[in-house]
């Protein structure tokens, strides 16, 4: 059985600056990384090869340099590494890449056996659609578990797997079958610190890199030509003001005591009468 | 379990290591570079102006490669010294047509030199593998270096020979047995730098030159508060360095902070002049130690089976802002000493003091020995840096401002200030003093 990590190669978001001017990310002289969230996606597929043996294949849609991206990515120690780049690919609104992704996968499928499982983190930081994951459930008819914090049991013989999903108003228990696919958040697990073999490894490792012919994709449904999505405009929320400092050095109390009054001004008084009822304060 | 194996593991990847990496593997020697950082020069801090001739002895056609692509700022056509007063400068300078058509430095912003000489390392066939601590050595039972223990998981490596490049601190190298204990206040520096912005044409305009081509300013005086140290500020392609540095010691007794002395620098009125509305937009603010002990703090540096490079060796002049040059420069000597001993397979202590040799008969130790008194001179006389360039300041100014006074009575007054603030004989010895301890 095999398993597809989908990766995205992000800038990093501790270093993003935005042009005020025009409103764009800075990406130039940004370095890129690999998506936080897809590294506990790389994370858990390395877990389960090493536990079932499962092969597991890593891709990526993007640019020349996110072979950089899949580099990384095979310290994990992972099997094969594909890019698929073309210039036919850029511009890609989540429909047209799930679209490329999708063939992609699908070619993997016929040289290298079915594919059962594939995973991908919830969102990308620079992105943040969170849609190409169950785009990808929905072009293979896969089973969806969107937002997985935690995977509780596996069977790799039934292909049964119970896993715990985070929704609004908290976490969802939810007992699949593969073929799936799962996009996870970074309370999954902790991605590893890779071993030395597997780091050299990837260093000389060179991905596999297919353009629209190899993967058989219609120039007209990939990229740009292919997404129906157009960014109209994007807003950046005012920037808020510092909050106040109702206490400073001060006994607990008289500090407590203050910010209930803060409080109130700010119309939270059903919040503090109801948090004192809740103390079973008798004042 | 297959071991992992080269012939030379060389520690750092900054110039000094990447320099050794690059000619063993350019004879084809199996060689692998541990870099700490994420990648060669992501934790690197230089001014930084790079001399080009290291670089030209072992890749060729390096000037011209440097020229068209990324990984240098400006050719260096014009240096200049500043003695910066409380509200004066006396400036020195030399600009040369000779620079614009034979190059001899660039300004260098490290995080792009470094990985563009990582890049020319790894297609002469060595391994460069980033993001990985070396923590120890690997020593068979006779206590012999066999390799190196990284601190990622199955992470040993063994080797033939080690390269220690590691920068400043001296983690290898006194496992190594080569230093008995780390670097004392007064053997580093620590420097602070900020890269502020500032358009191409503005630069152009600001240093009056044409693009591609920079200048360089070292600043001596009021800035350092009484510490002996050396700010600057270099022009790069759309941005200006900007930074200062004084030893550990000097910072730790006055109790200033190094942002402190950067702050002086930066709000001195010819800096405020010279940077005008871009001397805020920092882009980015670095710190490091540059190690500054000199000949008298170096440590040996060739073992069984090891050799020091760069700033782990001190190899560094402060005086003349040298470093990267003596780092090239000793990765290459490493590199060729270790050729000639794989070749002869005797990689022993003794063999291995060809090293030492190599930098004894070269600029590097040349140099360092010429100015291995001048910091303890400079540390135990504060004058130079108290007195002095205020001194200059106030005598110039006196010389070139017109108010009436005849010539004669202003030199007198010019005479009598320097007097009242150091006597002759001081003076006298001072000078003498500073030649000493440069000739």
Redesign the interface.
């Known amino acids: 059985m095999n398993i597809v990590v989908c990766i995205k190669q992000v800038p990093d978001t501790t270093n993003v600056r935005i042009d005020r001017k025009t409103n764009n990310l800075v990406r130039e002289g940004v370095p890129s990384v690999i998506n936080p969230d897809d590294m506990r996606a790389l994370e858990l597929a390395a877990q389960l090869k090493e536990k079932h043996g499962f092969k597991v294949f890593v891709v990526t849609m993007g640019p020349p340099q996110a072979v950089e991206a899949l580099k990384d990515a095979m310290a994990f120690g992972l099997d094969e590494a594909v890019l698929l780049s073309d210039r036919a690919f850029a511009g890609a609104d989540t429909l047209a890449t799930t679209y490329t992704l999708s063939l992609g996968i699908k070619k993997l499928e016929k040289e290298r056996g079915p594919v059962k499982l594939i995973l991908t983190g919830k969102q990308a930081v620079d992105g943040d659609t969170g849609q190409v994951g169950p785009g990808l459930a929905t072009r293979f008819g896969f089973a969806l578990g969107a937002y997985v914090t935690k995977v509780e049991s596996f069977n790799p013989e039934t292909g049964e797997l119970v896993i715990i999903r985070r929704i609004d108003r908290g976490f969802e228990k939810v007992k699949m079958k593969l073929p799936a696919v799962l996009t996870v958040t970074s309370e999954l697990n902790e991605p590893r610190y890779a071993d030395l073999p597997n780091l050299i490894r990837a260093i000389q490792y060179e991905p596999l890199i297919w353009n629209h012919k190899d993967i058989e994709a219609d120039p007209k449904k990939c990229g740009f030509f292919g997404s129906p999505t157009r960014v109209v405009r994007t807003n950046i929320p005012p920037a808020r003001k510092g909050g106040d400092i109702v206490s400073k050095n001060e006994e607990p109390e008289v500090a407590a005591e203050k910010l209930l009054e803060a409080l109130k001004k700010f119309e939270a008084v059903r919040l503090v009468e109801s948090l004192r009822t809740a103390l079973g304060s008798d004042e | 379990m297959?071991r992992?194996e080269f012939d030379v593991v060389v520690v750092g990847g900054g110039p000094a290591g990447l320099s050794a990496a690059y000619v063993l593997a350019s004879k084809g020697v199996k060689v692998a570079v541990i870099e700490k950082g994420?990648y060669p020069g992501s934790k690197s801090v230089m001014g930084g102006v790079l001399y080009l001739n290291p670089l030209k002895e072992i890749i060729p056609n390096v000037v011209e490669e440097l020229k068209s692509g990324k990984a240098v700022e400006r050719n260096v056509i014009e240096q200049n010294m500043w003695l910066m007063g409380k509200d004066g400068i006396v400036k020195i300078g030399h600009r040369n047509e000779r620079w614009k058509t034979d190059p001899n430095a660039f300004t260098v912003l490290r995080a792009n030199f470094d990985r563009w000489f990582a890049k020319k390392v790894e297609k002469a066939g060595a391994?460069?593998?980033p993001?990985?601590k070396v923590e120890d050595f690997l020593r068979d039972g006779d206590g012999k270096i066999i390799g190196v223990r990284?601190t990622?998981?199955?992470?040993?490596?063994y080797c033939r020979a080690v390269v220690i490049a590691e920068g400043v601190n001296p983690i290898l190298t006194i496992k190594a047995g080569l230093r008995k204990e780390d670097l004392k206040p007064n053997m580093a520096a620590v420097a602070v730098k900020e890269i502020v912005d500032m358009p191409e044409e503005v630069v152009n305009s600001t240093f009056g030159v044409e693009s591609e081509e920079g200048t360089t300013i070292e600043i001596l005086g009021s800035w350092s508060e009484g510490l002996f140290g050396m700010g600057f500020i270099y022009s790069n392609k759309n941005s200006v360095s900007i930074g200062c540095g004084a030893l550990i010691s000097d910072i730790r007794e006055k109790g200033i902070k190094p942002y402190k002395l950067l702050e002086n620098l930066k709000n001195h009125p010819a800096v405020v002049d010279l940077l005008k509305e871009y001397r805020t937009q920092t882009k980015e603010y670095l710190a490091h130690l540059i190690p500054e002990g000199g000949y008298y703090a170096m440590p040996k540096v060739y073992g069984d089976r090891v050799l020091v490079c760069g700033d782990a060796a001190m190899l560094v002049n402060s005086i003349h802002r040298e470093g990267s040059n003596h780092a090239i420069t000793s990765g290459r000597f490493a590199a060729e000493t270790l050729l000639e001993a794989l070749d002869a397979g005797d990689l022993s202590e003794k063999k291995l003091k060809a090293y030492e040799e190599k930098l004894r008969e070269s600029f590097i130790l040349k140099d360092l020995k010429k100015y291995r008194d001048l910091m303890p001179t400079m540390e135990k006389n504060r004058q130079f840096v108290e007195i002095y360039p205020d001194l200059a300041n106030d005598a110039i100014y006196r010389f070139l401002h017109v108010d009436g006074t005849p010539k004669w009575d202003v030199q007198r007054e010019i005479l009598d200030m320097v007097r009242e603030r150091r006597s002759l004989a001081s003076l006298s010895l001072d000078l003498l003093k500073f030649w000493k301890s440069v000739r």
């Open positions: 297959n992992i994420e391994l460069v593998i993001k990985t990284t990622r998981p199955k992470g040993d490596v």
